[in-house]
């Protein structure tokens, strides 16, 4: 007549030394068997042996068993917990996989090849889907990267836009100045020959020499000069850009 209850001793003992501090003793109200006899509960996980151990673990589940009057030879009484991120309808099919297990290996001590296969069983069920997120995750992080669009900078380009730019910038200069220092033409301007023709040459000089004596220890520039200065280089860059406009419009 086969010692069941030695039997069960010595696989509580192997378990114990096997799965350390995996494996615990809870009180039978605990366990959600319908049992008064000695309840365990086996933490498990779906994390490999050859993982970091300071990965997060996802999923963990609380396998609880409880050992029948004549086990091994009938199977053990099991329970599905969900210690973290398990759902119950998982619960519910690993608990019908496991049963189906033990009533195949009924004879021999059979707890810890159940641990085997619901271990596996994680493995499969969670951490697929655990690698499918980082995969997805990875794929979002790459839709987030910003490729550099646009036209790259060249000798050529930039001169181009630098044209551009001088343009935009004189023509809102020219904006800002009074209508009277851009509509001058050239019939009131005098040239150097009928400038000096005119006479007006002669009294300049007469009066630049009665002058200079007086001149000679100081020469003061005004601001004002500097402005007309500036004012004259944009008229001329002006004439220069309607001038070119118009002849490439009489070539077409």
Not at 4 to 24: H, P, S, T, V
Not at 160 to 170: I, K, Q, T, V, Y
Not at 202 to 218: F, L, M, Y
Request: include cysteine; hydrophobic fraction near 35%.
């Amino acid at each position: 007549m086969a010692d069941y209850g030695l039997e069960q001793d010595m696989e509580i003992e192997a378990l114990e030394a096997i799965l350390m501090d995996e494996f615990k003793e809870i009180h039978s109200s605990e366990s959600g068997l319908n049992t008064s006899s000695r309840c365990f509960q086996i933490t498990i996980s779906p994390q490999d042996d050859d993982m970091d151990e300071s990965t997060d673990i996802p999923v963990q589940l609380g396998l609880v068993f409880s050992h029948t009057e004549k086990y091994p030879d009938e199977p053990p009484l099991l329970n599905m917990k969900s210690i973290r991120g398990i759902h119950p309808d998982d619960l519910k099919t690993l608990k019908e996989k496991l049963e189906q297990e033990a009533s195949e290996n009924l004879g021999m001590a059979m707890v810890y090849t159940l641990v085997t296969s619901a271990k596996e069983w994680l493995s499969e069920r969670y951490g697929q889907d655990a690698s499918n997120e980082d995969i997805e995750n990875e794929e979002a992080a790459k839709d987030d990267v910003i490729v550099p669009h646009g036209e790259p900078v060249t000798v050529e380009t930039f001169m181009a836009w630098r044209e551009r730019f001088e343009a935009e910038l004189a023509l809102e200069r020219a904006k800002l100045m009074p209508e009277s220092a851009l509509t001058i033409t050239k019939e009131k301007k005098l040239t150097g020959r009928l400038w000096y023709e005119s006479g007006k040459a002669k009294g300049a000089t007469a009066v630049n020499e009665e002058s200079d004596e007086e001149d000679e220890e100081e020469i003061d520039f005004d601001d004002d000069d500097f402005e007309d200065d500036e004012d004259d280089m944009l008229e001329h860059y002006l004439a220069e850009k309607s001038d070119s406009s118009h002849s490439s419009r009489r070539a077409a």
